[in-house]
Nanobody
Framework: QVQLVESGGGLVQAGGSLRLSCAAS????????MGWYRQAPGKQRELVAR???????NYADSVKGRFTISRDNAKNTVYLQMNSLKPEDTATYYC?????????WGQGTLVTVSS
């Protein structure tokens, strides 16, 4: 069973940067689709960025050009580099893994962007 642990959230001023990390345990990381989702208070969880095992990516329109997803298969870790942060990026960010149709979620890490 895959377990995911996020880190790297925090408080940052608008225009600043943060890098989130998600460490995965269990087998199959290399072929897993890894993603980052976020959920702001009172809103539904939404996809931020996703990367397949072969490196294909897709991003939410709201973060294109500002956020970059990457992965290190040797470390079983996926990253989300967030630049030019805006107050509307404030949310709890969740790491997601999909392996052979089975979903796993991390516990979430809070990102707060002050104006």
């Amino acid at each position: 069973q895959v377990q995911l642990v996020e880190s790297g959230g925090g408080l940052v001023q608008a225009g600043g940067s943060l890098r989130l990390s998600c460490a995965a345990s269990g087998s199959g990381f290399r072929i897993s689709v890894m993603g980052w989702y976020r959920q702001a208070p009172g809103k539904q969880r939404e996809l931020v960025a996703r990367m397949t095992g072969v490196g294909t990516t897709n991003y939410a329109d709201s973060v294109k050009g500002r956020f970059t997803i990457s992965r290190d298969n040797a470390k079983n870790t996926v990253y989300l580099q967030m630049n030019s942060l805006k107050p509307e990026d404030t949310a709890t960010y969740y790491c997601n893994s999909v392996l052979l149709g089975v979903d796993a979620w991390g516990q979430g890490t809070l990102v707060t962007v002050s104006s």
